[in-house]
């Protein structure tokens, strides 16, 4: 199976990182990934999984993340500000990310692409599906959300570990990233403790930036509620949730699935804010089954 090291490519006014796993003659499947998650929170082994049934998959740093472009001289916002409702120095919005990724699909030269996003990556997803119909052949949403802040809210323990201070030191960015997810990962799967430090680790290695992160945040929390566009949005739609995730609550995939005619809703047993590698099979199974469903039609 082919796959590509890190190649870049300018979008815009930003430079995106980016791999590819399987043959670029298989039909696409683009993957966008989360806030503050670089692109290898998708791992190696679930992108071969997806090659070997015949996709060409596309996983990329979104822009402020691993080796694609930070906006340093934005600088860091004041997040509790944004919550207040202050957006006055908020970078960038959820839509400038949906284009980062219709400029991949153009860079890559391909028209469209199947979609999949996780956490901010289904938002960014939701938002690439209103924009550019045209660009996705099929939407995947994983614990994500529509904007309303009705819905989605996470839990207390969860928005503690999201808003903690940022880790000073390699030691402590591995470390954090374990306390995190002990609070929001998958209660009903196993704690997969030295995979999950060997990828903060290598996360840590390849680019740290906390204030990019925030910037992402500050986008998240200044970006419209999308539950009305999302109404106009007639791609086949698949919306998977955990049905125990703490940071993004299953209310939030159930209104993403309510909000989009037709979409099918997949609430996972035991499942976190995370991708446990006991879920693959089925969501590997799920998203090629939508695949396929498409590509027949």
């Given at each position: 199976m082919?796959?590509?090291?890190v190649?870049?490519?300018?979008v ?6 980016y791999?590819?796993?399987g ?7 683009l993957l966008?990934?989360g806030?503050?998650?670089q692109?290898i ?5 679930f ?9 060409y998959v ?7 993340i691993?080796l ?9 916002p004041d ?5 207040g409702?202050d957006?006055?120095r908020?970078?960038y919005r ?7 990724t219709?400029?991949l699909?153009?860079a ?9 996003g ?7 997803a939701?938002?690439?599906?209103i ?8 939407l995947t ?5 529509t ?9 207390e323990?969860?928005l503690?570990?999201?808003l903690?201070?940022?880790a000073?030191d ?9 306390d995190?997810?002990?609070?929001i990962?998958s209660?009903?799967f ?7 430090r ?6 840590f290695d390849r ?6 992160v925030?910037?992402?945040l500050?986008a ?8 009305a ?6 791609v086949?739609t ?12 299953v209310?939030?995939g159930?209104?993403t699935?309510a909000?989009?005619?037709g979409a099918?809703l997949v609430?996972v047993?035991g499942?976190g804010?995370?991708?446990p590698?006991?879920?693959w ?10 695949v396929?469903r498409?590509?027949?039609?």
């Amino acid at each position: 199976m082919e796959h590509t090291g890190v190649q870049t490519t300018r979008v815009g006014d930003v430079e995106l990182a980016y791999e590819t796993f399987g043959s670029p003659e298989d039909t696409p499947l683009l993957l966008v990934m989360g806030l503050a998650t670089q692109m290898i929170g998708w791992p190696d082994e679930f992108c071969r999984m997806l090659a070997d049934r015949g996709l060409y998959v596309i996983r990329f740093d979104n822009r402020d993340i691993g080796l694609s472009t930070h906006l340093d001289a934005a600088g860091a916002p004041d997040v509790l500000a944004v919550m207040g409702g202050d957006h006055s120095r908020v970078a960038y919005r959820l839509p400038d990310m949906a284009e980062d990724t219709a400029g991949l699909l153009d860079a890559l030269g391909l028209g469209s692409a199947h979609v999949v996003g996780a956490s901010m990556g289904g938002m960014i997803a939701q938002a690439l599906a209103i924009a550019h119909p045209e660009k996705v052949r099929s939407l995947t949403s994983i614990m994500s959300t529509t904007g309303d802040p009705a819905v989605g809210a996470p839990a207390e323990a969860a928005l503690g570990v999201l808003l903690a201070p940022p880790a000073t030191d390699r030691e402590s960015a591995v470390q954090r990233a374990v306390d995190t997810y002990r609070v929001i990962g998958s209660p009903g799967f196993e704690f997969d403790e030295s995979g999950l430090r060997e990828r903060a680790g290598l996360s840590f290695d390849r680019a740290y930036n906390p204030a990019g992160v925030a910037r992402q945040l500050a986008a998240i929390l200044a970006s419209p509620d999308r539950t009305a566009d999302l109404a106009r949005v007639a791609v086949p739609t698949l919306v998977v949730h955990g049905a125990q995730d703490a940071l993004v609550n299953v209310s939030g995939g159930r209104a993403t699935a309510a909000a989009i005619p037709g979409a099918e809703l997949v609430v996972v047993e035991g499942m976190g804010h995370d991708l446990p590698r006991e879920v693959w099979p089925q969501l590997v199974d799920r998203i090629t089954g939508l695949v396929d469903r498409v590509e027949r039609a």
